[in-house]
């Protein structure tokens, strides 16, 4: 199928379509864009259970680490217990950073898709203005036209009853305006379909409206939790570094879990983005009964694609010329014999003036530029804006995942050694002017002095 114009698929779009879609019986599924069915479903249940899977492994991790953090305890000397400390206490400030990184890089991508979102909710609502405009018009234009075939030209019949040929002009007329709004109201193919663009851009707007705010308080989490172990860390305050462990943990889940979640998305979303204009076509044309032939138009807008309309338009342009013709002719030949058809001819003349406006109207509308170019930046806003900042919110994902998973390794040893340097205060004599308890004391005491 042809595509749409000013877009091509980007290169990150091609490599994740080439992603191998398995089912749950390791089958492979072919990798077209079908939500509906249940094999693709699967294939991309199965990438999200890849995170799933890290995870567990990352629980396995910790869970070996802690074990034998807690039972092997090693008798080292005081220059390699020193050692080791400084280690722990820099692989946790290096694992913050990290994931401090990640962070800036989430705010980044969920901008990002947030732009993507409002672009496809934005070109719809204008989408839906056109059809709108277009229904508007035709309902206008056919209602004028037939309150002055029932009105006007009937009344002019009573007027030239006497004069057999005017009546054969005026029915002549008559027949062309029945014509003209025969072929005018068929020119509207969007009404009475349950499936609106407008419904659609609402759908988009709140759902994205959501989605921005749970990226926007995942990532003020993540970053007060790295904030605050920055801040157990420096103060060596081992409460607050066991509470932002299990906050840690909380925040490990939900790492995972997005990663699944946005693997999943930024895969489908590829898949649709390689041939967009194909289920554009088949799920419109499936929710809306609109001829095929309307929406290849509309999609496609080149040269090669026929009008759909150009055929009841040419025929009710010359419909129009027509009217016109007869009656600048009734005008001429009929107001001097007949003063009083005068008012009736000249509200038809202005009837025939109006709807010639709203026509011109209707031609601009159902060109295909203007609906083409919102479909186009609907495809654009999604394909480009939105993967892309799928893909940073993936990135996000998987730097804090493993940031936290290091964090939750290498905090237990560093509250460790803080409680050891307590002991070691304890230990001390309290004549001794280098413990700080003694130290501490010495200066509340100089102070009451």
């Not at 995870?55 to 039972?71: E, G, H, K, N, T």
């Not at 462990?245 to 790492?255: E, H, Y």
Request: glycine content about 4%.
């Amino acid at each position: 199928m042809a595509s749409t114009q000013g877009y091509k698929a980007s290169w990150w779009v091609q490599i994740l379509h080439q992603v191998p879609h398995v089912n749950f019986q390791f089958n492979i599924v072919d990798s077209t864009f079908a939500p509906q069915e249940w094999d693709y479903q699967q294939a991309l249940l199965f990438l999200s259970a890849i995170a799933g899977i890290c995870l567990v492994i990352s629980l396995i991790l910790i869970c070996v680490y802690l074990i034998r953090f807690c039972c092997c305890n090693s008798d080292e000397d005081e220059e390699s217990k020193d050692h080791r400390v400084c280690c722990v206490t820099w692989s946790s400030v290096t694992a913050v950073i990290f994931c401090c990184a990640g962070i800036g890089i989430g705010f980044y991508g969920n901008s990002e898709t947030n732009d993507g979102g409002y672009q496809v909710a934005y070109s719809l609502m204008n989408a839906n203005h056109t059809l709108s405009s277009i229904d508007q018009l035709v309902s206008d234009t056919v209602t004028v036209l037939n309150i002055a075939v029932k009105n006007h030209l009937t009344h002019l019949e009573e007027v030239f009853s006497k004069r057999t040929e005017l009546i054969v002009i005026v029915r002549n007329t008559r027949r062309q305006a029945e014509s003209l709004t025969l072929h005018i109201s068929n020119l509207t193919f969007w009404k009475d379909t349950q499936f609106t663009p407008f419904q659609t851009g609402e759908q988009i707007n709140l759902f994205e409206d959501y989605r921005w705010l749970a990226y926007i308080l995942l990532l003020l989490m993540d970053l007060i939790i790295c904030l605050f172990i920055l801040l157990g860390l420096a103060k060596q305050a081992k409460w607050l570094v066991i509470v932002m462990t299990m906050m840690g943990s909380l925040a490990l889940l939900l790492s995972w879990g997005s990663l699944g979640l946005e693997t999943a998305a930024v895969v489908g979303l590829s898949d649709f983005c390689v041939d967009p204009n194909s289920f554009i076509l088949n799920t419109t044309e499936m929710k809306t009964d609109i001829s095929s032939d309307i929406l290849q138009y509309y999609l496609t807008c080149n040269q090669l694609v026929r009008n759909p309309f150009q055929q009841r338009l040419t025929v009710s342009q010359r419909a129009l010329a027509s009217i016109h013709s007869q009656l600048h002719g009734l005008e001429r030949e009929a107001i001097p014999q007949f003063p009083s058809a005068k008012d009736d001819l000249q509200v038809l003349q202005n009837t025939l003036n109006r709807t010639e406006g709203n026509f011109h109207q209707l031609i601009a509308l159902l060109n295909c530029r203007g609906l083409h170019k919102d479909s186009a930046d609907a495809v654009k806003g999604l394909c480009y804006d939105g993967v892309e900042g799928l893909l940073f919110l993936l990135l996000f994902s998987f730097l804090s995942a493993l940031s936290f998973t290091a964090m939750i390794c290498t905090l237990p040893r560093a509250w460790k050694q803080f409680q050891n340097r307590d002991s070691d205060y304890d230990d001390m004599d309290d004549d001794d002017p280098f413990n700080p308890q003694e130290s501490k004391r010495f200066v509340q005491w100089q102070s009451s002095i």
